[in-house]
């Protein structure tokens, strides 16, 4: 069997442990969904990742679509047309966006996500009168395929659109790195003139993986919206945004289960280290991260990616 | 406009006043991340946890010789001496076992290893000194204030914060200039950032470089921090609003610039401060609009020099 399909299998099997482990513990859930929804934002990473470029400023587009739930909810409570709309301002965001960013690389790029992202943090916490300010906003209850939903119900059904996204867009990043488009953003890692030399625009390229990125925070946040039935400008915060490149490094840019493996393993160890040694969890991340750096490049995915390999020689 | 300045124009000079204290400040951090990434092509997103740790230092400092009866000139030097034992065990620690180890890697493994280095030295002074404000304004009320002239009025303002601070930054800017221009171990610094390649094949050692410049450019934001302690109280969350100015900074001016930081130092210094005084709500986006203006114009900043694609 090759490592692609495997992957899929591992994927499946990855997806019935959630569900088990949502079933037995059911405070598992809410981590789980929240989790996953990370996860299909760290895709969008992933793809920015392939391409040598790090965004510090994704947390923008999940607190795009957070926001654009919890202003939409109270008028259109209904899950099938919240998500494509989070989407589509994302995405005309991440367009706009990605015009200005797309013409630079690296350290630039990444500062001025950076920069961008914490300009919207600033106009979420000042414009009180319409966001509310830090406070934030609630969230009112969404209805799923027009079925008004409460309690647990309502906890599964997100849970359930949660897995549902990550499948759909792992399969499609999947597809999208396999394609040329998708070959073109390792080029930009190595070569980027090369590209134009073959008659190919790196700036087209990373646009696309750009806007893509976008529209997958963009989801990632209405999801989370949805769960915590509460959004507050900290989804903006540069540390949202670290946050989501740790959790790409941690799972491993090597394939689409790396995202969510690192998420899951993130928000579980989150949940037990924020209540021993919350003054010095972000020193934990720090270590981990360069752990992960200096001793195992390919991260959670890499580790078992490599076992994988070691078994099939066996 | 005669209207408003006549009643807004003492507001108006407080607020240019602001502006650069703020820019000298901005600008001692600046420079220093500038030269690092010049010499070493690493941006040290942890330049400004320097900063931050120089000023608690300097404030644990400053407080002890206070309580331990010292006249008040010694907070003085116990701010020089805070940026320089910040910055001189920090600076070399870092360099010699961490980043040594990633100087072949790809720029975003070393950006995201001074991201990783941030975070860990963020939580280091919550754990050291806590998240209580720590208060130590001792420099500012023993230098008392100077009448500053502006538009035919007088503005009283702190002598600390508009002499002495303007006066440091001058300073480290001719000195630097001077010491990168005229002295041998300057010229090998700028050597080494031209073209490390031939600069080592001329038989320079270039790790010593690299260890010398990092120590520096910590010397320098620690000092930045320490200065600042005595203009504000210190909670945590400083060094990373301090990294994400002087980038901006950095990258408006220009990469590699020296003087030109110091320019949009001051223009950005005073953007903000003019800001606050008007209109409170931009704040904290008036730097970062500064710099997405310049650099829609000019992709390699104001005083940059293109730099040619390599294939």
């Not at chain 1, 513990?25 to 990742?49: D, Q």
């Not at chain 1, 797309?102 to 990444?110: A, L």
């Not at chain 1, 949660?162 to 597809?175: H, K, M, N």
């Not at chain 2, 010593?208 to 200065?227: E, N, P, Q, S, W």
Request: glycine share 10%.
């Amino acid at each position: 069997m090759t490592l692609r399909r495997t992957e899929i299998l591992l994927a499946l099997l990855l997806a019935a442990a959630l569900i088990l482990a949502a079933l037995s513990t059911p405070w598992l859930r809410f981590v789980l969904t929240i989790a996953l929804a990370k996860g299909v934002a760290v895709l969008g990473i992933l793809l920015l990742l392939r391409a040598g470029q790090v965004s510090f400023g994704h947390a923008l587009y999940v607190a795009l679509g957070a926001y654009a739930v919890a202003f939409l909810a109270p008028s259109m409570p209904e899950a099938s047309l919240l998500l494509p709309a989070a989407a589509a301002l994302a995405g005309a965001v991440g367009l706009l966006v990605g015009l200005f960013v797309s013409r630079y690389r690296e350290i630039f790029f990444g500062m001025l996500n950076l920069a961008l992202s914490m300009v919207f943090y600033s106009v979420l916490e000042k414009l009180y009168h319409i966001t509310k300010g830090t406070d934030g906003i609630r969230v009112p209850a969404i209805t799923v395929l027009g079925q008004p939903l409460e309690g647990a119900t309502y906890g599964w059904a997100v849970f359930g659109i949660a897995l549902a996204l990550a499948f759909l867009f792992g399969l499609f990043v999947r597809a999208y790195l396999a394609s040329p488009m998708g070959q073109a953003l390792a080029a930009i890692k190595t070569r980027e003139t090369r590209l134009d030399f073959m008659g190919v625009s790196p700036r087209q390229i990373l646009l696309s993986a750009y806007v893509l990125s976008a529209v997958m925070a963009g989801c990632a946040g209405a999801l989370i919206a949805m769960a915590t039935r509460h959004v507050t400008p900290l989804l903006a915060y540069w540390t949202a945004s670290g946050e989501l490149v740790f959790i790409a490094v941690l799972g491993g840019a090597g394939g689409v289960l790396g995202p969510f493996l690192g998420a899951i393993t993130f928000e579980l160890v989150r949940v037990y280290a924020a209540a021993t040694v919350a003054d010095a969890w972000q020193m934990i991340l720090g270590t981990v991260l360069l752990l992960v750096i200096l001793f195992a490049r390919g991260g959670i995915w890499g580790l078992v990616a490599s076992w994988l390999g070691r078994r099939r020689a066996a | 406009m005669g209207e408003w300045f006549e009643q807004n124009g003492a507001l108006l000079g407080l607020a240019l006043l602001d502006g650069i204290a703020s820019a000298a400040l901005i600008f001692m951090v600046a420079v220093g991340l500038n030269l690092v990434f010049g010499v070493l092509r690493v941006l040290n997103v942890a330049h400004g946890s320097f900063f931050a740790i120089g000023a608690y230092a300097a404030a644990s400092l400053g407080l002890f010789l206070a309580s331990a009866g010292l006249p008040a000139w010694a907070s003085l030097l116990a701010i020089l001496l805070a940026a320089v034992l910040t910055g001189l065990t920090l600076g070399p620690l870092i360099e010699r076992f961490l980043l040594r180890r990633i100087y072949a890697e790809e720029s975003v493994l070393q950006l995201l290893v001074t991201f990783a280095l941030f975070m860990i030295l963020e939580d280091a002074q919550k754990l050291l000194w806590g998240v209580q404000p720590v208060s130590f304004s001792g420099p500012v009320s023993m230098m008392g204030t100077v009448d500053v002239p502006f538009a035919g009025d007088v503005i009283p303002y702190n002598t600390y914060q508009v002499i002495l601070l303007p006066a440091i930054a001058l300073l480290t800017l001719v000195g630097l200039a001077l010491f990168l221009r005229r002295t041998l171990t300057g010229r090998v610094i700028v050597a080494v950032t031209l073209d490390r390649e031939a600069a080592t094949a001329m038989g320079i050692d270039a790790g010593r470089i690299y260890l010398l410049t990092f120590a520096f450019g910590a010397v320098l934001a620690a000092l930045g921090g320490a200065l600042s302690a005595p203009t504000a109280s210190l909670v945590p969350g400083v060094g990373a609003s301090t990294i994400v100015l002087s980038f901006a900074v950095v990258a408006t001016a220009g990469l590699g610039q020296i003087e030109g930081a110091a320019l949009t130092a001051l223009m950005i210094g005073i953007g903000r401060s003019v800001a606050v005084t008007f209109e409170p709500e931009l704040e904290v986006v008036v730097p970062y609009l500064i710099m997405v203006a310049v650099l829609l114009v000019r992709p390699q900043g104001l005083f940059g020099v293109p730099e040619t694609r390599r294939i």
